[in-house]
């Protein structure tokens, strides 16, 4: 699997996405246009709604997660970047700690999983994350979400968790992440689904910001919703694309080594490989740099847009943007808790 432009346009066909940044997006969220939009997701399924729901004063939360697999990679720093900017534009963000995602699905040891929940609640908030204006919460301990969870265990099916594989399910498989679909797994996708759906259950707009591979899960959550007799139109999602991995992988994850860089690397280790990217790719999608840079808070449209063009014409800025990423990269990671 390649999460190239092809891909992201099968995504959108496939399953009526609508891009944003191409005349499709007609509405801006919270002060942030549809180009500045753009720079950071790609996709979106019933966004507009929600946008209209903030624009009007009323109830709405946008929420994200990230599993507890290990350090953060770069994927994972960006896509917490993106929910922090989320905040400074006054939005009400969640973000999720998969801190039972990981104990179920993956077999990771209770006391292991807690540990390294203390760390990302640390590094989130050095990040700039303000839980004064924000959740930044666990999975374990919030008895209310797990009855919301075994509530809607009633409305949905083996079938529809089947379903719902992400898209890298094949390419975890060939590198011995997991070999099928077992019952903790289910177990961890149905707690994804109720931290979505028990907003939901408060009167809530909610927006789930998730990487587009995980497009399916946002899907399962409205499936089940919608048969318990819940407003389901009120659950939306929002894509992020994925940042191409090193070594030929399709993207940087935990899960895969090799695939990328992450906070428990040297700072020398980081800058020699993301100095020594060839950066490549023909198309803007294939540059993990380009791509990388499009997620920084302070990056709108126009500068993505002036970026990726002295990426094509080689002007020397693109080289200046990329040793100063390469710089805030290595002084974000070295925020990790050691």
Not at 170 to 195: C, E, I, P, S, W
Request: aromatic fraction near 8%; glycine fraction near 10%; charge should be negative.
């Amino acid at each position: 699997m390649k999460f190239d432009t092809a891909y992201y346009e099968n995504v959108v066909v496939q399953h009526c996405y609508e891009r944003l940044g191409l005349g499709a997006i007609d509405f801006g969220l919270a002060g942030m246009s549809p180009d500045d939009l753009r720079t950071k997701w790609m996709c979106h399924t019933g966004a507009r709604g929600f946008a209209e729901a903030v624009a009007a004063g009323q109830a709405a939360t946008i929420t994200t997660g990230v599993g507890l697999g290990g350090p953060p990679h770069a994927g994972t720093l960006f896509q917490l970047l993106r929910a922090i900017k989320l905040q400074q534009q006054g939005l009400d963000v969640q973000i999720v700690l998969g801190d039972l995602d990981s104990y179920n699905a993956r077999r990771t040891p209770l006391e292991k999983v807690r540990r390294t929940a203390e760390q990302y609640e640390e590094f989130i908030r050095l990040l700039g994350f303000d839980e004064c204006l924000g959740v930044l919460r666990r999975q374990e301990g919030r008895t209310d979400v797990l009855a919301t969870a075994f509530l809607l265990s009633r409305h949905l099916e083996d079938e529809d968790f089947q379903w719902a594989e992400e898209d890298l399910s094949g390419l975890y498989r060939n590198h011995g992440v997991f070999d099928h679909l077992n019952y903790g797994m289910k177990q961890a996708t149905l707690l994804m689904a109720a931290d979505f759906v028990h907003l939901l259950s408060e009167g809530r707009h909610v927006l789930v910001s998730l990487g587009v591979d995980e497009h399916k899960y946002v899907a399962l959550a409205r499936r089940g919703a919608e048969r318990w007799g819940l407003p389901a139109d009120r659950l939306s999602g929002i894509y992020t694309k994925m940042i191409p991995g090193l070594s030929g992988l399709p993207k940087m994850s935990k899960s895969i080594p090799g695939s990328g860089i992450d906070a428990s690397m040297p700072a020398d280790d980081i800058r020699a490989l993301l100095t020594t990217d060839t950066d490549s790719a023909h198309e803007d999608d294939g540059s993990a740099l380009l791509q990388m840079y499009a997620c920084l808070p302070d990056v709108d449209g126009l500068a993505y847009d002036r970026a990726a063009t002295a990426r094509r014409s080689g002007d020397p800025e693109w080289n200046e943007l990329r040793e100063s990423l390469v710089d805030r990269v290595i002084a974000m990671f070295s925020l990790w808790p050691k």
